[in-house]
Structure formats: structure tokens, C-alpha cells
């Protein structure tokens, strides 16, 4: 994920950008249990990443996480600007 696709947090029910994530934060999960971040690493590697778009849905699972589909958001649940 870039640093800017937004997350679905329970710490605070709201999205929030990769690059703002810290330890100790929940990710909201397909069908629980939530995910607890234990340790965050960078991959500052070059590669290729897609940005998809789904019509009538702003939000998706990837990797079991729940994540937005859009760079801009409000940082509310299923609210978008």
C-alpha cells in the first residue's frame, strides 16, 4: 500500500493514511479479530502498486484488512468528500 491509502482504525473509528499508523493501533478486520500493529517496517524498495476503483463501493478488504479505495477521504467511516 502507498503511504497515503487509508486504513480503517478502531482506535478512533475513523481512515487513516498508512503513514500516519502507530504501534499500538487496531485495524479493522474482514470478520475478526481486529489486528493489533506490534511493529511497523518500511519497504523502501521501488515497485509497482495499483489503485483501483470499484463503483458503488468506497471500501474493501485487502490482506483482511478494511481499506478505502480513495486518496481523499473524510476520516469518518464511509463518509466521502
Not at 502507498?2 to 487513516?16: D, G, Q, R, S
Not at 474493501?60 to 468528500?81: E, P
Request: net charge negative; aromatic share 8%.
Amino acid at each position: 500500500m502507498t503511504e497515503t491509502h487509508p486504513i480503517a482504525t478502531c482506535n478512533h473509528l475513523e481512515w487513516t493514511p498508512v503513514s500516519e499508523l502507530e504501534i499500538g493501533t487496531w485495524l479493522e478486520t474482514e470478520d475478526g479479530p481486529d489486528i493489533l500493529i506490534k511493529k511497523i517496517h518500511h519497504d523502501w524498495d521501488t515497485m509497482t502498486v495499483y489503485d483501483i476503483t470499484v463503483d458503488n463501493l468506497h471500501s474493501f478488504i485487502a490482506g483482511g484488512i478494511l481499506v478505502h479505495n480513495k486518496s481523499r477521504f473524510d476520516s469518518t467511516f464511509g463518509v466521502q468528500r
